[in-house]
């Protein structure tokens, strides 16, 4: 609840906003400063059988060293909430928070699924028709081997068929051209990987162009490019408010409509949300960790990833 630049006011509304729009049998558990989220007028609306509050006195702000912050704050709500998730007290943590403090989190707290090589973070891409891809890695892997993207294609492809809801969904490898043999040498090595890989349905390399159109579902690349991609994708929606452009598809730029981006790969479900978050981010955020537990999607993972040949 104190992860954000306007925590925990945005990071309430989004409860209460949440809890407008569902109707199951969810529990939340607000971590962070007591008496701050008990203060604000929104926590009121709730009701008091569907959230718990777990005070955390500490908050590691945006500019700290994640792993030197996490490890000294231990009654920070980032800390404390994977000590929660890792002791099986809950079942999937989200905060807008510190991201570097999330993904070591992430990674040491929770740890990587058994033959998971290294986590990904995935990010929406809307697409010219409506539809949404996911595009992976988007920052926390700049470089990569490619028996990383070849395992980036098949954790971004359960999660466009079991969260996205995209049957058999398309995978392309991000490229400079279309034709097999393009590309710097991780490119050049890595789709091989993809076009022998019988857990995805790759259908070759994709340009720049291709990213935003409905050639393939979820695109591959390392985090560079990927960060490049999303950053870039992030500033047409502010371009678009700045010169008062109103688009239906520009309007889906707007990263609060996606709440925030999955960690696949680690062992439990983690949500990371951008830092100036406000509640409809947070709203989202909320039911992508729902849609996650409701599909098991974890779960998904490791028995896919129990095959050796992966």
Known sequence: MMGGDFAPLEAVKGVDAFFKENKNDVHLILIGDEEKIKSIADIGNIPVEKYSIVHAPEVIE???????????????????????????????????GNTGAMMVGALFSIKAIEGVLRPTIGAYMPRENGSLGLLLDVGLNADCKPENLNQFAILGALYAEHILKIPRPKVGLV????????????????????????????????????????????????????????????????????????????????????????VLGVAKPVIIGHGISHSTAFKNMIHIACRMMETDLTGKIKEKFSAQEI
């Open 175 to 262: 490229n400079l051209g279309e034709e097999e043999g393009k590309g710097n040498l991780l490119a050049q090595a890595a789709y091989p990987f993809l076009k022998e890989n019988s857990h995805i349905n790759f259908v070759g390399n994709i340009e720049g162009r291709d990213i935003l159109l409905d050639k393939t579902d979820v695109m591959v690349c390392e985090g560079f490019t990927g960060n490049v991609v999303l950053k870039m994708a992030e500033s047409i929606y502010d371009i678009t408010q700045r010169r008062n452009i109103k688009d239906e598809h520009f309007d889906r730029f707007n990263f609060e409509s996606y709440g925030g981006v999955p």
């Open 62 to 96: 945006m500019h700290e060293h994640p792993t030197k912050a996490l490890k000294e704050k231990q009654q920070s709500s980032i800390a404390i909430g994977f000590h929660l998730l890792a002791g099986g007290k809950t079942d999937a943590f989200i905060s807008a």
